[in-house]
């Protein structure tokens, strides 16, 4: 079962990722997309993947656009 508590932190986290280096970005990413599998949310997970891979390729109107539909799908499992 999923936990506000749990939704709460994953999105702190992605909220996180506006300041920081690329590496500590992409890290906090990761942790997500790592909880997300966790949380049986594949489709989710795989989009943070997308996400790490438009940061690693300096697309960040990408990356942008996959934080922001993250934040919104996963406040939707609340």
Do not use: Y
Request: aromatic share 2%; glycine share 6%; hydrophobic share 45%.
């Amino acid at each position: 079962m999923v936990t506000v508590a749990r939704i709460d932190v994953l999105l702190s986290t992605l909220n996180a990722t506006d300041v920081g280096t690329l590496e500590s970005i992409s890290e906090k990413v990761r942790e997500v997309q790592r909880e997300l599998l966790l949380l049986d949310q594949p489709g989710l997970a795989q989009r943070a993947g997308q996400a790490i891979e438009a940061l690693q390729q300096g697309d960040l109107a990408e990356f942008k656009r996959a934080r922001a539909f993250l934040q919104s799908k996963i406040g939707h499992l609340r």
